[in-house]
């Protein structure tokens, strides 16, 4: 049996997770949903007062962004995306910033294409 890979974007996880069940009820194998994001890290990971707090950049406050040097945080705050105004004007995909992927057998791949899409994914 040949396997083929298989890559989504979905909105949100439960989505993603939805379809992942699914697929393994197809045989997939390897099938992983995860998080992506323009910058790496995971960001701010408790609860804080961004007054009072001590955090690297607004980068690191709306982007999820790990901040290393004082430059990069500038830089990260002129983007856009960092002011919440920004809402992806230049036609492009937004929001799909959860990723399923996995193996699947050919044979069942057209299958698992139509889960997918029925459960709001993009391929």
């Known amino acids: 049996m ?7 974007y979905f909105h949100s996880p439960e989505q993603a997770e939805g379809a992942a069940s699914k697929l393994k009820a197809l045989r997939a194998v390897d ?19 961004p007054y009072a707090g001590n955090f690297g950049s607004l980068g690191t406050l709306t982007q999820s962004a790990d901040v290393s040097t004082p430059d990069e945080g500038i830089l990260l705050a002129a983007d ?8 992806g ?11 399923l992927a996995g193996a699947i057998d050919e044979a069942t791949y057209e299958q698992a294409v139509r889960v997918i899409k029925s459960a709001g994914g993009s391929i």
């Open 89 to 99: 004007g230049d036609g492009g995909v937004t929001g799909l910033d959860i990723i």
């Open 31 to 49: 099938v992983k949903v995860e998080r992506f994001g323009r910058y790496p890290g995971g960001g701010v990971r408790s609860e804080m007062n």
């Open 2 to 8: 040949a396997e083929k890979g298989i890559i989504a």
């Open 80 to 87: 856009p995306a960092a002011s919440g105004l920004s809402d």
